[in-house]
């Protein structure tokens, strides 16, 4: 598997050379994490690099990423494609991509690419576009069925539509995913809407709702305000309420555990209410976000507290650590990790 990996890569950068590429990009990030949960710390040190490829033009245009990951101490180097796509102009008004894609669909909390590993989130598949004064419409399409293969049954076909439409100072996202495997289906459906204040605030709002295999329902209710209070100072406050099993989809950007950011998905009946602010100093960036998990019963009841620091060096590297620590009960989970990102 790994040579055929390195043979198409091979390819690739071939074909990208004999037909001189027009944009290429290569991104480089080291993380140091320490993870530290009721006193027993780890850490490790993770290597990410990813090459991004595309050519063409307004006809017919191609575009890849490919992936190389590398953990001290664990598994040897892997490596991998992250995206191939192709994409084709329908008489100038629609487009049609085939291939694997990196999507986000409004707030991504049901189909968004979460790059917090290398790998993040693709879709394979084909994906019809259309976008006119009326609205940005796609509809994709995946299907694959292999019953009675060596490997064991398998039947999976996904649907997904999403219209996007912006109206002056308010904007909405529909987005609808519906999944059947072998005779068993699954579905979600959430809607964003955000809408610019005169007085330089933006309110956004979302609604997501999910019905697993096993027939298992998922909801949320969130709404949101950010202001900026001037160039260099912002402020966030939110709120969101879950319904009794909460809302998680491995699809979305959201992660189910202390990875990334101190806040996780929610699997629970619960309220979260969250603040936060970023301030710019030059090259400096420093933010800080607080949340605060309760219900109604009081069998759940942490916080957490995520603060950042990044600096940057060029337009394309950057020095960033971060700090998330969650608090419980029963559990106190800080992590720490320091990145370094250079691109070019």
Same mark, same amino acid.
């Given at each position: 598997m790994k040579k055929n990996?390195?043979? &198409?890569?091979?390819?690739?950068?071939?074909?990208a050379t004999t037909v001189s590429a027009q944009d290429w990009s290569v991104n480089s990030n080291t993380r140091v994490n320490n993870h530290d949960v009721d006193g027993v710390t780890s850490m490790d040190t993770e290597q990410f690099t990813r090459m991004n490829v595309a050519f063409g033009g307004d006809a017919v245009s191609v575009n890849a990423s @490919?992936?190389?990951?590398?953990?001290?101490?664990?598994?040897?180097?892997?490596?991998?494609? /992250?995206?191939?796509?192709?994409?084709?102009? *329908? $008489?100038?008004?629609?487009?049609?991509?085939?291939g694997r894609m990196a999507l986000n669909?409004?707030? #991504? !909390? *049901?189909i968004?690419?979460?790059?917090?590993?290398?790998? #993040?989130?693709?879709?394979?598949?084909?994906?019809? %576009? *259309?976008?006119?004064?009326?609205?940005d419409i796609h509809v994709g399409y995946a299907s694959a069925n292999m019953e009675g293969a060596v490997e064991g049954d398998f039947d999976n076909t996904q649907m997904v539509f999403n219209v996007s439409k912006d109206m002056g100072d308010m904007g909405f996202n529909l987005l609808y995913v519906s999944t059947?495997?072998?005779?068993? +289906?699954?579905? &979600? $459906?959430?809607?964003?809407?955000?809408?610019?204040?005169?007085?330089?605030?933006?309110?956004? @709002? =979302?609604?997501?709702?999910? +019905?697993?295999?096993? #027939?298992? +329902?998922? =909801?949320? $209710?969130?709404?949101?305000v950010d202001y900026g209070v001037n160039d260099d100072l912002s402020v966030s406050a939110g709120y969101d309420m879950y319904d009794e099993n909460g809302f998680f989809l491995a699809s979305g950007n959201i992660r189910n555990d202390f990875a990334g950011t101190g806040m996780r998905a929610i699997t629970d009946e619960c309220d979260v209410m969250s603040f936060g602010g970023s301030y710019v100093m030059g090259d400096f960036t420093l933010g800080a976000t607080m949340y605060n998990v309760t219900n109604e019963a009081e069998t759940i009841d942490y916080s957490v507290t995520d603060l950042s620091l990044g600096y940057n060096f060029s337009e394309n590297s950057s020095l960033s650590v /971060? $700090?998330?620590?969650?608090?419980?009960?029963? +559990?106190?989970?800080? !992590?720490?990790?320091? #990145?370094?990102?250079? %691109? @070019?």
């Open positions: 990996l390195q043979l &198409a890569l091979a390819l690739m950068l071939g074909l @490919f992936n190389a990951d590398y953990n001290f101490g664990g598994d040897a180097a892997t490596f991998g494609v /992250h995206t191939a796509t192709a994409t084709t102009n *329908i $008489m100038s008004f629609a487009s049609v991509t085939a669909f409004g707030s #991504g !909390r *049901i968004g690419s979460n790059d917090w590993n290398n790998d #993040g989130n693709t879709w394979d598949g084909m994906m019809f %576009g *259309i976008n006119n004064d009326f609205a059947d495997a072998s005779g068993s +289906e699954s579905t &979600a $459906m959430g809607l964003d809407g955000t809408y610019a204040m005169a007085n330089g605030a933006d309110v956004s @709002f =979302g609604y997501y709702t999910a +019905e697993g295999f096993d #027939g298992t +329902e998922m =909801g949320l $209710m969130s709404i949101g /971060h $700090m998330s620590n969650g608090q419980s009960d029963n +559990e106190d989970n800080t !992590r720490m990790w320091l #990145g370094v990102h250079v %691109g @070019f």
